[in-house]
């Protein structure tokens, strides 16, 4: 007989050998690709959306709670990049820890609604984004945050510096994702999510779990937000708070598969490089394949693309 | 100018009860919410306006004419997507998603084939000048839809409570199951309560030019958060308790806009919000909280 703890531990590390070089590929790639091709938003939207996947495969993939109005955090950090570096003129990075402390100022006042379950914990989570966007773009907080005008931050524009910083933000998602997919905490989180009663008659923390799930995708969300506003340097609420980009981030984790690492990385590279070949120039058309495959998929294969090798019993990173 | 505010609000609070019972219904049916409510809504508006500018026909033709069509469209609708839909692990979150594809797909279709642009129908169709209720002058357009509006409502409760279909539909929302067990017919009721679920959201789709003043294809997501913001107020499930909810944010969307107009559009997300974490089984509810 093998010694079985020696076993699984080795067995342990090379799962995490093997998800921690997918997410150093993952990167790389990323950083390597921006030197070859020119169109650069795009490849800054693909790193903003990998990122803000993994962010939302944090709270979803583990917790089981769907906020639809993730893009709250992301529009918190957008605009607590924006407001310090607007009024304080202090340096981006310093920029970059403010869209951090407000996404998860904002995700500390909305914990209550962790009582909620099910549509009614997304639907509140949705009302909640709408009110955070209606207060942000209240005219009559012009002096503040520019009301529905939009935001210029040109005195700290750095279009390369910001595009790594962002796979800076993707490579912590990705290494959240890794931990909390083999560390005694995220099976934790895995053991609330599927049951929380007895989670909880097992000893384990369920509030505390809840609240650093939801803390740490919210942070992600906030930092995707701050580096989203230090790239583009010019943008409205409308984009900052777009419904779309929950959505969006939803359905590329959903499409490749919850509580992966690959699952949402399979998301965003198929569907965001659809969206991007016949998406832009026709977007109407790419509205409507996008509705029906949502439809086809929540349908025919509600546990994403990776289902179909784990169905099987074969392990997915 | 508050009793002016209150009497408008309850106008309103009636159209937005319309625009909530459908929803209502469909959840408290089959548990499963319907984010294509408000496309549904904005296909019955595009209707009345192309009946309108096409065969000059009168608003009220048309939500006859509404009605029977979006019954009709709703039972192959329910019966292609929802009984799978309601065979899977976690149906009520899995129908966020697949609805929201749903809209996604009607609003795509919508502007290839009308372009974005705002329609609307002229409010003189309703009739002319003001009317003078309590003391407030109100258009006459706007007491036609609320009047409307009251009469769907009153018909829907005598079809839940004067029927045997109708019996049959609240057997189902008490338990699916034992509905099942006591060999009624669940995916017809269901079907039924779909069309007319969305026949509803249809007729308040003709009304609304009249109402919210215009009808865009990408109205959807905003009358959805009203929707339910209205039917959670009143409780979910609960078709009467919609009425409740319809009022309440009625009266308080036109307190907002008398006294704090700019900051009227936050007020379905402040009550929605408010109502779940404080009273999330709605006003007339049981507990339906867990862990």
Redesign the interface.
């Known amino acids: 007989m093998p010694d079985t703890a020696a076993e699984a531990r080795r067995r342990l590390i090379r799962r995490v050998v093997l998800d921690t070089s997918i997410a150093a590929a993952v990167v790389i790639f990323m950083g390597v690709v921006r030197g070859f091709y020119s169109n650069e938003l795009m490849l800054f939207n693909f790193v903003v959306f990998l990122a803000l996947a993994q962010g939302l495969n944090i709270i979803y993939g583990f917790t089981g709670y769907?906020p639809?109005g993730y893009v709250g955090f992301y529009g918190a950090g957008a605009y607590g990049f924006s407001l310090v570096v607007m009024h304080l003129h202090v340096p981006a990075l310093l920029g970059m820890a403010a869209a951090a402390g407000a996404a998860l100022v904002l995700a500390v006042i909305l914990l209550?609604?962790l009582?909620?379950?099910?549509?009614?914990f997304?639907?509140?989570s949705?009302?909640?984004a709408?009110?955070v966007y209606?207060?942000v773009a209240?005219?009559?907080l012009e002096d503040i945050t520019k009301g529905p005008y939009g935001v210029s931050l040109s005195d700290v524009f750095a279009p390369a510096f910001s595009y790594y910083v962002a796979l800076a933000i993707l490579a912590f998602a990705l290494l959240l994702v890794v931990w909390l997919r083999n560390s005694r905490f995220g099976m934790s989180l895995q053991a609330i999510r599927d049951d929380?009663?007895s989670a909880a008659m097992a000893g384990v923390s369920?509030v505390r779990g809840r609240t650093i799930a939801w803390l740490l995708s919210a942070l992600v969300a906030g930092l995707v937000g701050g580096v989203f506003a230090w790239h583009i340097s010019v943008f409205y609420p409308d984009t900052a708070f777009d419904?779309s980009v929950s959505?969006f981030a939803?359905?590329f984790l959903?499409f490749g598969g919850a509580t992966t690492l690959s699952g949402p990385l399979l998301g965003v590279f198929i569907l965001y490089g659809i969206y991007n070949v016949i998406g832009i120039a026709v977007p109407?058309?790419f509205?409507?394949t996008?509705?029906?495959?949502?439809?086809l998929?929540?349908?025919f294969l509600?546990n994403g693309l990776v289902s179909l090798l784990t169905r099987r019993g074969i392990r997915v990173p | 100018m508050l009793i002016g505010a209150i009497i408008a609000g309850i106008v309103f609070g009636l159209y937005y009860t319309l625009v909530g019972l459908g929803l209502n219904l469909v959840f408290g049916v089959m548990r499963i919410?319907n984010l294509a409510h408000g496309d549904f809504l904005m296909l019955g508006g595009i209707a009345a306006w192309w009946l309108f500018s096409s065969f000059g026909l009168h608003p009220l033709w048309s939500a006859v004419l509404v009605i029977v069509v979006f019954v009709l469209a709703g039972l192959p609708i329910y019966y292609l997507?929802v009984p799978?839909?309601l065979r899977?692990?976690?149906s009520?979150?899995?129908?966020?998603?697949?609805f929201?594809?749903?809209?996604?797909?009607?609003?795509?279709?919508t502007?290839?084939g009308l372009g974005a642009t705002e329609r609307s129908l002229p409010p003189r169709l309703l009739g002319v000048g003001p009317m003078i209720l309590f003391g407030t002058r109100l258009p006459k357009a706007w007491i036609f839809s609320a009047a409307a509006s009251a009469i769907a409502v009153l018909l829907v409760y005598l079809y839940l409570y004067r029927t045997r279909l109708g019996t049959l539909t609240r057997a189902v929302m008490v338990s699916r199951d034992e509905a099942l067990a006591t060999g009624i017919d669940v995916n017809f009721v269901s079907a039924v309560a779909f069309g007319i679920s969305i026949a509803l959201a249809g007729v308040a789709g003709v009304f609304a030019p009249f109402i919210l003043g215009s009808i865009t294809p990408n109205m959807g997501?905003a009358i959805n958060?009203t929707a339910?913001?209205v039917i959670?107020v009143g409780t979910l499930g609960n078709p009467l308790g919609t009425l409740l909810g319809g009022i309440i944010y009625g009266v308080s969307l036109m307190l907002m806009q008398t006294y704090l107009s700019?900051?009227a559009?936050?007020l379905?997300?402040?009550l929605?919000?408010a109502v779940?974490?404080v009273r999330?089984e709605g006003l007339l509810g049981r507990t339906v909280?867990?862990?």
Not at chain 1, 290 to 295: D, K, T
């Open positions: 769907l639809f209550p609604l009582r909620l379950s099910g549509a009614y997304a639907i509140a949705m009302a909640a709408q009110a209606e207060v209240n005219p009559d929380s009663v369920v419904l959505i939803t359905v959903l109407q058309y509205q409507f996008y509705g029906a495959l949502i439809v998929l929540v349908l509600p | 919410v997507v799978r839909l899977s692990r976690d009520e979150m899995l129908s966020l998603i697949l929201f594809g749903v809209s996604q797909m009607i609003e795509a279709v502007t290839i997501v958060i339910f913001a959670v700019s900051w559009n936050l379905p997300n402040l929605l919000i779940l974490l999330p909280r867990r862990a």
